[in-house]
């Protein structure tokens, strides 16, 4: 081919492959060229997709296929809504002291039993005793020692039992939904049931009849109201866990709509749909973008010898590498078979070739099935887009790159950058230079 070379002399001095002091590793295959930007036929080689509404462009999952959905809850989240529930209370014992309606030493109680009741858990989760249970938060126990501590209260100032309803229906509703309807049943009847002794041991104690009507007043109106609060609210419980469920099934169908259930990683159509949203990204911001195709070498080759489960493990172990050796905010997919596109967003051609070229000497070292034919390589071609050119033009120039890659030998890593006008007047149309 005629053309010139590149006046870059930084260039080779920055590819992984040359150390700084005068040692000089082996040279890594790379090879660069100029070209015009060509004007390319309409085709359905490269269709354009309009999904770009799969793109995200801040997701960073790809060591990772994905995370799970029931992750342990820290100390915050465990200890953080009873804390608040009991300042409510404390605030409503404090408003109602105010008015006189309450004794003001009750507020010490609370303080008392509320102190006691955290180090009592605290020392039972420290010790590790929850963790045998069905319910790790240990919720039903904290219910019911809230209740207990109502009652307490209740048979000291006979006055808090107008406290004592709201916030029981307050409780319950926050044991309901890692708590069993039945479990939770059983509790209200022992509520009930402990509501009525401390009644009994009013009237022993004073023999007031008018505290006694209005005592079993509001013990008729808990024990009847707060069984139909717990049914009702358990079909709640079974919505919350259903629309849970479809929540965890629509992320599931999302995640594998952009990967390849093969390789795991991203698919085609997340990959093209990349590629337009950082091409929008380009054009609106002028910033940079480079593209690279990566084809391994030889594949058929392969299938033909030694069979097509040994070709998808070679295409799994491939894209294990291959995204091992890319950076965080590089977008890498299949496009079909045995290509591989990687995206390089805000990225200048430089450390978009030293990425390629650590993905293709990793690709060369690694140590691959003795039974195969012969040695996995990876030619790869790659590019820099150029402002207002079209997603096809950007593509086939990386994949030309990549084709060159090919006939040059395979196993290198060959640059087309694209050169403005300006820098190329004089130059014949088929003009290209290498070194």
Known sequence: MRGRRSAAPATREALPGHKPGGVELPAPRVTMFFRRRPAFPHSDVFPVTDTSQWFDDTSDDRPARRHSDAEPRGARPRWLVPALLIGLY??????????????????????????????????????????????????LPIVVTALAGLLVLLYLEPASQILLAPFAFIAFAWGLFTTSQRGLLRVAAALVVGYAV???????????????????????????????????????QKLYRRLHQASRKIR??????????????????????????QKQLADEGGIP?????????????????????????????????????????????????????????????LPALNTCERIRAHVEAHAWDAALP??????????????????????????????????????????????SREDTQGLDSSARGFF
């Open 252 to 277: 599931s169908i999302e995640q594998d709509a952009q990967r390849d259930t093969l390789l795991g990683c991203y698919n085609r159509r997340y990959i093209l749909a990349a590629l337009e949203q």
């Open 374 to 419: 012969g040695p996995v390589t990876v030619s790869i071609g790659v590019t820099q887009y150029v402002v207002g050119e079209s997603l096809l033009e950007f593509f086939s120039r990386a994949d030309t790159a990549m084709y060159l890659a090919k006939e040059g030998g395979r196993n290198q890593v060959v640059v087309e950058e694209p050169v």
């Open 289 to 349: 973008l480079c593209l690279a195709v990566l084809d391994i070498d030889h594949f058929k080759r392969i299938n033909d010898r030694i069979g097509h489960l040994a070709g998808d493990e070679v295409l799994r172990q491939f894209a294990r590498i291959a995204q091992q050796g890319v950076r965080g905010g590089d977008v890498f997919g299949r496009y079909g078979g045995e290509e591989f596109l990687l995206i390089f967003p805000g990225t200048a051609l």
């Open 198 to 236: 401390v009644i009994g041991v009013h009237y022993a104690e004073q023999r007031n009849s008018a505290l006694l009507r209005l005592e079993v007043m509001h013990l008729l109106a808990l024990a009847l109201a707060l069984p139909a609060f717990i049914v009702l609210m358990a079909k709640v």
């Open 90 to 139: 404390a605030l409503a014992l404090g408003g109602s002291a105010a008015l006189g309606v309450l004794s003001p030493g009750l507020l010490l109680w609370v303080a008392g039993m509320t102190g006691a009741g955290f180090a009592g858990f605290f020392f039972a989760f420290h010790r590790g005793w929850h963790l045998d249970s069905r319910d790790p938060q240990w919720r």
